[in-house]
């Protein structure tokens, strides 16, 4: 039984992932890559997407998202992890977010290993993809070189 309702879970959650990878947005599956990717990628900018199977983000986060990174200025590094499925990643992820308490989904912009701009998902919620990718554009403007 166990086993079935994984693979259907895998069959659900798998297009959810793919919307971020296909544009280029590396997944971190655990703890040990997060920690690994965000020590050895520190210089510059990072942008991690706390993505989830949640409607918001599905309507609006990860389309958001995907109109940011058609800006002239984007981050050096593009991250995700998968709150609720990679559960130790996103654990990890969200100690760089302090003080923001745990938010699903959400978006985080870092430079040089500090976060600089974060998007809450009340700040998802009731935007439009559009609106999503304005304000990470002007952080983009901000932050990335």
Do not use: W
Not at 43 to 62: E, M, Q, Y
Not at 72 to 95: M, S, Y
């Amino acid at each position: 039984m166990s086993m079935s309702f994984d693979m259907y879970m895998h069959d659900v959650i798998q297009p959810m992932r793919d919307e971020l990878t296909r544009i280029g947005v590396k997944e971190l599956r655990t703890a040990e890559e997060v920690e690994g990717n965000f020590e050895e990628y520190k210089k510059g900018t990072s942008l991690v997407v706390v993505n989830s199977v949640c409607g918001c983000a599905a309507g609006l986060c990860r389309p958001g998202v995907a109109l940011a990174l058609n800006h002239e200025k984007i981050p050096n590094h593009l991250f995700t992890v998968f709150a609720g499925q990679d559960k130790e990643a996103t654990a990890k992820a969200r100690e760089y977010f302090a003080p923001y308490p745990p938010s699903s989904p959400s978006i985080a912009l870092m430079k040089d290993g500090k976060l600089v701009h974060f998007v809450e998902r009340h700040e998802i919620e009731d935007h439009s993809a559009e609106q999503i990718a304005k304000n990470l554009t002007d952080a983009f403007d901000k932050y990335c070189d």
